[in-house]
């Protein structure tokens, strides 16, 4: 099973660089200058995202800067990427609040020749290089295996979830087909829509346990009912003891962290933020940099990969080294 740790992923980043062209002994203003946009600015994952951007962006000696709204605000993005294209910068990194919203932007950044790509959330009908994050049918897998491994056939598997999103369907189709190869007899008895809020996530998740006793664990499929589907153990008595429903996550927050650490939690699904941040810089990095063979996916572009860049995901128990590293999230 995967591991994040700190010498790992500075590993990955130095392995990525191959992705890049070498830089020159010039000064460091000839490496250009790379804007990240966010939807969320203060939020502890993408201040993850800003440090792989701005480390990667140190190994070649270019400069970067963060932008977006301190409250969501997709049109703000939008507006930000406008203003990073007028200022000249060589390429732009934006997590899309809304993907329809950033369209426009993304396009016409592209149309001035500013490589500009999507991490984290994309927007697929624009004309973004590609996109970097996670692959949510492979994160769903990896949660599936995981509760496979601790129940095995006897798992029964209450989900919280928000029902329609993309995202949130390809994580629950691949948790439920790599639990079931697995383990053959593993169940989903039911699903519940938690509306993305923490207080309505406790009241669905324990009407959800009150009706159905032999749920044994909660897998939450996106990063905010976590907290009101532990409570909702609390709740019915099944926190601890015998009984216990595990809770399986989907952060890298530091309270649930915590809770692992705390046996509170029994795993959490962690993204790579940092990982998006570093693998972005480079391909922004080498689509602006050509090499002496045209691009044929991009032209007057230099070379990224057509296909989109997964991150990858790990699975995060009690005692593992990645943990200690997420406790201390960079401050931008």
């Known amino acids: 099973m995967m591991q994040f740790t700190t010498k790992a992923v500075a590993l990955a980043a130095l392995a990525v660089t191959a992705f890049a062209p070498a830089p020159s002994m010039a000064d460091e203003e000839s490496a250009g200058h790379y804007g990240m946009v966010v939807f969320l600015r203060g939020s502890e994952f993408f201040n993850w995202s800003y440090a792989g951007f701005q480390d990667a962006a140190a190994t070649v000696g270019a400069t970067t800067e963060l932008q977006g709204p301190a409250d969501w605000d997709a049109s703000a993005e939008a507006r930000a990427v406008d203003q990073l294209v007028a200022k000249g910068v060589d390429g732009i990194a934006v997590t899309a609040g809304d993907a ?74 691949g948790f439920t087909e790599c639990m079931q190869e697995m383990a053959p007899g593993a169940q989903i008895v039911a699903e519940v829509n938690d509306e993305g809020d923490l207080q309505r996530a406790e009241t669905v998740n324990t009407a959800m346990l009150q009706a159905n006793p032999e749920i044994n664990v909660i897998f939450c499929s996106h990063g905010n009912p976590a907290t009101g589907a532990l ?102």
């Open 100 to 173: 329809e919203t950033l369209v426009s932007s993304i396009n016409a950044a592209m149309a001035a020749g500013v490589p500009t790509l999507t991490f984290d959330s994309d927007s697929p009908n624009s004309n973004r290089l590609l996109f970097v994050g996670t692959n949510n049918y492979n994160a769903g897998c990896a949660a599936g295996r995981a509760v496979a491994e601790m129940h095995g056939d006897n798992a029964r598997v209450g989900v919280s979830l928000i029902p329609g999103l993309d995202s949130i369907n390809a994580r629950l189709a």
């Open 231 to 332: 409570a909702a153990t609390r709740n019915v008595g099944r926190f601890d003891g015998p009984n216990k429903v595990d809770v399986m996550a989907w952060s890298i927050d530091v309270p649930i962290l915590q809770g692992i650490e705390f046996d509170e939690y029994t795993a959490t699904v962690a993204q790579n933020p940092y990982m998006m941040g570093v693998m972005s810089f480079f391909m922004l990095y080498s689509a602006a940099n050509p090499t002496q063979f045209d691009s044929l996916s991009n032209p007057g572009f230099g070379h990224v990969p057509t296909a989109d860049v997964d991150t990858g995901v790990a699975i995060l128990r009690k005692g593992d080294p990645a943990i200690q590293a997420f406790l201390s999230p960079p401050q931008i």
